[in-house]
């Protein structure tokens, strides 16, 4: 069984892939696509893995 913790990190990465995705179609910028990759593929879901283990105790 896969845990929690690695749902919700894998949700945000395939996310973060897709709008990764999008705005490299929309602008060619490599640094708005980098902070979209670690942004939401990184960042987001640490914070929720954090929120959810600081609410659980």
């Known amino acids: 069984m896969v845990s929690k913790d690695t ?3 894998a ?3 395939v996310l973060a892939v897709a709008l990764w995705y ?3 179609a929309v602008t060619e910028d490599t640094i708005i696509g980098l902070a979209i990759l670690i942004g ?3 960042i987001i879901p640490t914070i929720i893995n954090e929120w959810r283990t600081s609410v659980n105790n």
């Open 22 to 24: 999008g705005s490299m």
């Open 40 to 42: 939401v593929g990184i």
């Open 11 to 13: 949700v945000f990465v």
């Open 7 to 9: 749902q919700i990190v």
